[in-house]
């Protein structure tokens, strides 16, 4: 009966390891597959940054000396108060002749203008030729 003894525990002690090597088996392959080579089949690349940011842009320049204010909030850091003040002031004071001239609209910085590079302009390229 002592022979019985040790095998038990030596069966018990392999029970254990088995089930351990599973439980590490199954967090290691079947839990986390990001450890297995290849792509996963949920896996969607990304898109290119030049890509996302040509959705987000506007097609076409906000011309600043005639867009509505609709429109004028469609520019980074410009909301309806904002907007309503590069009206009055272009009402107040004709025409902006560039873009940095907007930063003279009260809270408006040059740095807001800075950002508009690419996205507003004050006048299309005919008006500017000579």
Request: avoid cysteine; hydrophobic fraction near 50%.
């Amino acid at each position: 009966m002592q022979k019985q003894q040790p095998n038990r525990k030596v069966l018990l002690f392999l029970a254990t390891l088995v089930v351990l090597a599973g439980i590490v088996w199954g967090a290691l392959f079947l839990i986390a597959p990001i450890w297995q080579p290849g792509t996963p089949v949920a896996y969607m690349p990304a898109l290119p940054q030049t890509e996302a940011a040509a959705e987000s842009a506007p097609t076409q320049l906000v011309d600043l000396n005639t867009a509505d204010a609709e429109t004028l909030q469609t520019l980074p850091g410009i909301g309806p108060a904002k907007a309503a003040a590069i009206i009055a002031y272009r009402e107040e004071h004709g025409p902006f002749a560039a873009l940095q001239d907007v930063a003279n609209v009260p809270g408006i910085s040059e740095q807001m203008t800075e950002k508009w590079a690419g996205l507003a302009q004050t006048g299309t390229p005919a008006e500017k030729a000579p």
